[in-house]
C-alpha cells in the first residue's frame, strides 16, 4: 500500500495489502492482511466485516502502511503485533526470542496427564530455555501452587520471559544459565523444548526463521541432539524420586532421542504425536 493517506476504505485497504502480500510470495496473504488491519485499527474480524466501508483515520492509514511494508518484507506477523497467543494467554515476544509454537502446548497435555494439578500441589517445575516464557507461565497457570524456575542462556530472552511473567502477575524464579549449569536442587517437572535443527535444516530453513527466530532457540548441532544429550545425562541429579522430564523433539528425532534417554538411564520412555500425525512429545522418568 504505496501513497498519501486518500480516503481509502477498510476493506480496500484489506485488498491493496493481500495484493501486495501475494506479490511478495506469501501464502497467507489474505490472512495476514486481515490480522493487520484488524491490529491497526483495534477492530476484530467481525467489526471489520461490519465496518468495511469505513474510511481508515490519517494514523490508522500510517500504521497499516508501516505494519504492510514489515510483512511484505518478510517480517512474521507475530513479531509485527509483538504477541503471540498460547495456551491460555498473550506473551509479549521480540527479535530475542522464539514465537511459542502450538506443537509445544503439547508439553502441558502431557505434564498435566502424569501430574494431575488437583492432586500435586507445590510442585517444584523447572523449564530448560524458557525463551518467552510461554511454556513456563502456562504451565503455572495450570499448577497454581507450584515454584518454578526458568533457565536460558540468553539474557534478553529472560527479560521477555520476566516481563511476561509480570504482565501476567505470575512468579517464577528466572536464571541465565547454560543448561543446568547454575542450577540446583531437585524437582518434580523437568520441561524443554530445546533447539533440535541439524546443520543440514539449517542450510534449508525458510527466510522468515532463518532471518527471524535468534539463531540460539534453533540449532541443535550437527545432528540437532546436542541439547538431548547434556539434558539426558545431567536430568536425573536434578529429578525428585517420580519426577518426569518432558521433552519437546523434531519430528524425525523419536528413535534417537528415546535411544539417548534410555542410554542415561530413563524408564517409562514414551513418544507422543502432535495434531499432524507427527513424533513431538517425549516424556521419560527414572
Ligand atoms: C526452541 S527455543 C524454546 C523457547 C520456549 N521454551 C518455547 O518453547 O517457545 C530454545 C531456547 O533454549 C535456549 N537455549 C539454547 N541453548 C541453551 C543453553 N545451552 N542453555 C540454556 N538455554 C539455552 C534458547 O536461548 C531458546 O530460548
Same mark, same amino acid.
Not at 530475542?96 to 509445544?104: C, F, K, N, Y
Given at each position: 500500500m504505496r501513497g498519501p493517506h486518500s480516503g481509502i476504505t477498510l476493506n480496500s485497504a484489506r485488498r491493496l495489502l493481500t495484493r501486495d502480500f501475494e506479490a511478495a510470495g506469501i501464502e497467507t496473504a489474505a490472512l495476514d492482511a486481515r490480522i493487520l488491519v484488524g491490529h491497526c485499527t483495534g477492530l476484530s474480524a467481525a467489526q471489520m466485516i461490519a465496518a468495511g466501508t469505513d474510511v481508515l483515520t490519517p494514523a490508522q492509514f500510517d500504521a497499516v502502511t508501516a505494519a504492510a511494508k514489515r510483512r511484505a518484507d518478510g517480517e512474521p506477523v507475530d513479531l509485527i503485533l509483538g504477541y503471540r497467543s498460547f495456551w491460555k494467554d498473550r506473551f509479549a515476544i521480540s527479535q530475542?526470542?522464539?514465537? $511459542?509454537? $502450538?506443537?509445544?502446548e503439547g508439553i502441558i497435555e502431557q505434564a498435566i496427564t502424569l501430574i494431575p494439578p488437583a492432586q500435586n500441589q507445590g510442585i517444584k517445575i523447572l523449564e530448560l530455555g524458557v525463551g518467552s516464557g510461554a511454556l513456563i507461565l502456562s504451565l503455572l497457570r495450570e499448577y497454581e501452587t507450584a515454584v518454578a524456575t526458568g533457565v536460558d542462556i540468553s539474557s534478553a530472552a529472560l527479560e521477555v520471559a520476566s516481563g511476561n511473567a509480570q504482565a501476567l502477575g505470575l512468579s517464577c524464579d528466572f536464571v541465565c544459565s547454560d543448561?543446568?549449569?547454575n542450577i540446583e536442587g531437585r524437582y518434580d517437572l523437568i520441561v524443554s523444548n530445546p533447539p533440535y535443527i541439524t546443520d543440514a535444516e539449517m542450510m534449508e530453513l525458510s527466510d522468515e526463521v532463518a532471518l527471524h527466530d535468534p539463531h540460539l532457540a534453533l540449532h541443535g548441532g550437527v545432528d540437532g541432539l546436542d541439547p538431548y544429550r547434556t539434558i539426558a545425562a545431567q536430568a536425573g541429579a536434578y529429578l525428585n524420586m517420580g519426577g518426569h522430564l518432558i521433552l519437546e523433539i523434531g519430528y524425525q528425532q523419536g528413535a534417537d532421542v528415546n535411544a539417548i534417554l534410555k542410554a542415561a538411564g530413563f524408564g517409562a520412555v514414551n513418544i507422543h504425536k502432535d495434531l499432524s500425525g507427527h513424533d513431538r512429545i517425549v516424556t521419560a522418568a527414572l
Open positions: 530475542d526470542v522464539l514465537s $511459542p509454537r $502450538p506443537e509445544t543448561w543446568f549449569e
